[in-house]
């Protein structure tokens, strides 16, 4: 079973330079999540979408976007990496529709913006 | 402002218990999850309370007092493997969840 399957799993990227992490799920969840995990800090939402074609800002916005075209891939883009933006991100997904709202994550991509 | 207070670091010895706290301020509450994060792997779920009281599943058990704002996640016998992140979260009133900055718990022989 894929679940949640995100790339590249680990990137090198220069400063100034833009980056799309990708993120697609086959279990037809209607919602997915992009965070961040930096030490010491708790996850940290980036954007969201609740279903295709809609998207919302998380705690943790400025300096990325994504768009939600479909049910199953959910992209965030970097347009102009800095080295604040260093970290591990996560991308998840829920079913809206079960009560408990449980998480599904992705295996993390490690990005490190020189 | 919204706050998840978890201790930074516990350590516990192999088959022992270990009780690890949560206290949360949120804006209205929806649910409390408890996630295991082993090192450099995702978060997986564990638990998810939503009333008052122990929900045991296994050598785990989450426990909730909305009154006092307070959960604790309880592991019994402890095993090597339980050596990871445990993470609190709670869904605010939008439906939001809040993350704590999670609990390194090492296990000793």
């Known amino acids: 079973t894929a679940g949640i399957t995100q790339a590249p799993t680990s990137q090198i990227l220069a400063a100034g330079r833009s980056m799309t992490l990708r993120c697609t799920q086959d279990m037809r969840h209607n919602a997915m999540y992009w965070y961040r995990q930096d030490l010491g800090l708790g996850l940290r939402l980036i954007h969201y979408?609740?279903?295709?074609?809609?998207?919302g800002k998380g705690e943790v916005p400025d300096g990325y976007s994504v768009s939600r075209a479909n049910t199953d891939d959910f992209p965030l883009t970097l347009a102009s990496a800095v080295p604040s933006q260093t970290s591990v991100y996560f991308c998840a997904s829920s079913d809206l529709a079960v009560n408990t709202g449980e998480l599904f994550f992705g295996e993390g991509s490690r990005l490190t913006v020189l | 402002g919204q706050n998840i207070d978890q201790p930074t670091e516990m350590t516990a010895t192999e088959g022992a218990i270990v009780q690890i706290n949560c206290t949360y301020q949120?804006?209205?509450?929806?649910?409390l999850f408890w996630y295991q994060q082993h090192a450099g792997e995702a978060p997986t779920f564990l638990s998810y309370?939503?009333l008052d009281g122990l929900e045991e599943k296994g050598r785990f058990s989450s426990f909730l007092s909305r009154s006092k704002g307070y959960s604790y996640l309880l592991l019994k016998e402890l095993q090597m493997k339980d050596s990871a992140s445990y993470l609190c979260a709670v869904f605010d009133s939008n439906y939001q969840l809040i993350w704590g900055a999670g609990t390194k718990l090492i296990i000793k022989p």
């Open positions: 309370n939503v």
């Open positions: 979408s609740n279903t295709a074609g809609t998207t």
């Open positions: 949120t804006s209205g509450f929806n649910g």
